[in-house]
Each structure stands twice: as C-alpha cells, then as structure tokens.
C-alpha cells in the first residue's frame, strides 16, 4: 500500500525556520510531481510551492524568496525548508503526490495527513 507521510512542523517564532518533509512509501515506480499546500481555518488550501522530477519548481508569491522546495527523487521524499516565517505562515501543510506508478497501477491524489506549523510573533 502506498502511502504519503509528511513530518517537521511545530512551533517557531518569527524570523525563524522550519523544514517539513515527505516521504513516500510503497511498491513505487515513478512520481513526476510532487507539492506542498497550507490550509487554514475558513480559507481554501493553497498551493505553498511544487516541484517536478527534472527540478523545476514554482512558489506562492507570499513564499518567493523564503522558502524552498527540493525531492530527493531516490528516496521519493520532498522538502520544504521554510525560512523567515511569519506569522501568516501559521497553517496546516499538507503533502500531495497528484499521480504515482506503482506495482498496482498508477494512482491519484495522494495526500499526507498534515502537519501543523506555529509562528508566533
């Protein structure tokens, strides 16, 4: 069964960093991309930035030039290294697989459980 865990949030103040990961497990043959998006109370998810197997990446304007995506395609895992945070980052961040070829055949939109990340001010 495959499955998409992500883990590193918490608690930062500020100014400080964070950086969350994803790994994703099971009989994998393949992911293209792989994406990072924040939800919180009354709002939509957003995409926060994503990353395809060749390297490009793209980012929310509010996160340009803070945070940064990268995968470590032999391990199927995605980073997420979040830097100056701001209070505004406070949110849930949920990993997203949108297709993966396994040994079962090629599945959807897989999403972690999320994690929760904290800034104070």
């Known amino acids: 069964q495959v499955q998409v865990v992500e883990s590193g949030g918490g608690l930062v103040q500020a100014g400080g960093s964070l950086r969350l990961s994803c790994a994703a497990s099971g009989s994998i043959f393949s992911i293209n991309a792989m994406g990072w998006y924040r939800q919180v109370p009354g709002k939509q998810r957003e995409l926060v930035a994503g990353i395809i197997s060749g390297g490009t990446t793209n980012y929310a304007d509010s996160v340009k030039g803070r945070f940064t995506i990268s995968r470590d395609n032999a391990k199927n895992t995605v980073y997420l290294q979040m830097n100056s945070l701001k209070p505004e980052d406070t949110g849930i961040y949920y990993c997203?697989?949108?297709?993966?070829?396994?040994?079962?055949?090629?599945?959807?939109?897989?999403w972690g459980q999320g994690t929760q990340v904290t800034v104070s001010s």
């Open positions: 997203n697989v949108p297709r993966i070829t396994t040994a079962q055949g090629i599945l959807y939109d897989l």
